[in-house]
């Protein structure tokens, strides 16, 4: 049921903070702002030397957005992959590896033949899945549930943001059991996370101002995302986004590799989508906008209420996002670069909830 929505799509997204909350209800304590520990972990985190994590699509940026996590807060060496390149490249793994699988369905074909082959070569396993009765589920040592409820339209948005909490939850406990992460630090941490919601909902109420800004970017024919860090996963879901509901082509790139190559493609009919937080990586960002707009890039900045005071000016439309823990950051940037996606293809016409040649669950290899 779409309730007063358009599209499933747009209540799902609309869903989000609400989502989050469950999701975040089921890893925290709330009462003790700290992480719950699961009674029966299968492994010591401690003894662990390095996580893969495997999945396909937006959940892989899921994926990838954990790898900073892990391997900031709980030292842990961490790999990530897409499910069907790792399955078939034979990749050694060691004694003490954890394999973590993302999956919203829980029945994607190669996120399942990935985690089959990490249980032969004998790593432990753990799935982030939001379906509890899937095979990947069924066939993992571990689960960590997303609380997302179903999420009928083909763009992951609603699930992509429950996987980033229950794998940040995930990063928080291994930095705990690790002692990589004083009581103080957790806390921080997880106020961080129960805060992100409520930013959620502020960012939807300038939903309007998001679907201005999408017409002014739905006549182009190319659209890089560019972010650093904890956004650059972001980065490529806006890009991912955008091409499989709105049919435009689109990017992402880390912000750094961009004078490596694809800064060929900027002219002014180019618009740039610029996720910037005010984090310790927003100068390097801000000099890597600042070079787009020098070659008439038409720059959309995402940034906080420091960015746009210093930067609004510099591009070309600008979208405000709460300022939050940089923690939080990719839970928050997401919800714009989806608004965007949205209402660009609204604005097109095209089939959001059913975009063309794409299917729910991919259980095909
Ligand atoms: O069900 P899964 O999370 O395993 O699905 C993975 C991808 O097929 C999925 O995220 C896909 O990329 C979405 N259409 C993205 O919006």
Not at 141 to 159: D, H, N
Not at 220 to 232: E, T
Not at 306 to 326: L, Q, W, Y
């Amino acid at each position: 049921d779409k309730g007063n929505h358009r599209h499933f799509m747009a209540k799902e997204i609309e869903e989000q903070p609400e989502v989050i909350g469950h999701t975040l209800a089921e890893y925290v304590d709330f009462a003790e702002g700290t992480v719950r520990v699961p009674e029966k972990l299968p492994f010591d985190f401690a003894a662990l030397d390095r996580i893969t994590i495997t999945a396909c699509g937006t959940a892989s940026y899921a994926g990838l957005t954990a790898k900073y996590w892990f391997e900031r807060i709980a030292r842990l060496p961490t790999e990530v992959d897409i499910a069907s390149e790792f399955r078939y490249r034979e990749a050694p793994l060691p004694k003490n590896g954890l394999a973590i699988v993302v999956s919203q369905s829980g029945e994607t074909a190669d996120t399942l033949a990935a985690l089959r082959y990490c249980k032969q070569q004998g790593q432990h396993t753990l799935a982030i899945v939001n379906v509890p009765e899937s095979t990947i589920a069924r066939e993992s040592e571990m689960v960590f549930r997303t609380y997302a409820g179903p999420e009928i339209g083909v763009a992951s948005t609603k699930a992509f943001t429950c996987q980033l909490t229950a794998l940040a939850c995930l990063a928080i406990l291994a930095g705990k059991l690790r002692g990589t992460l004083t009581l103080e630090q957790e806390r921080e941490l997880v106020s961080a996370l129960i805060m992100a919601p409520r930013q959620m909902t502020e960012i939807l109420k300038e939903e309007k101002h998001i679907a201005d800004v999408a017409r002014e970017i739905a006549n182009a024919r190319d659209v890089l995302f560019l972010g650093r860090g904890l956004n650059y996963p972001i980065a490529l879901e806006g890009a991912l986004k955008l091409k499989e509901i709105s049919y435009i082509h689109a990017e992402g790139y880390a912000a750094g590799e961009l004078k490596h190559g694809p800064i060929a493609l900027i002219d002014e009919n180019v618009p740039v989508i610029v996720i910037a937080p005010h984090d310790e990586l927003y100068d390097k960002t801000i000099s890597n906008m600042e070079e787009v707009a020098a070659r008439g890039g038409k720059i959309v900045l995402l940034t906080d209420d420091h960015g746009m005071t210093d930067n609004e000016h510099k591009a070309f439309r600008s979208i405000r996002v709460p300022k939050a823990h940089p923690f939080v950051s990719p839970l928050l940037y997401a919800v714009p670069v989806q608004l965007l996606a949205y209402h660009a293809a609204v604005f097109i016409g095209t089939d959001v909830d059913q975009p063309r040649n794409l299917a729910k669950s991919v259980t095909v290899e």
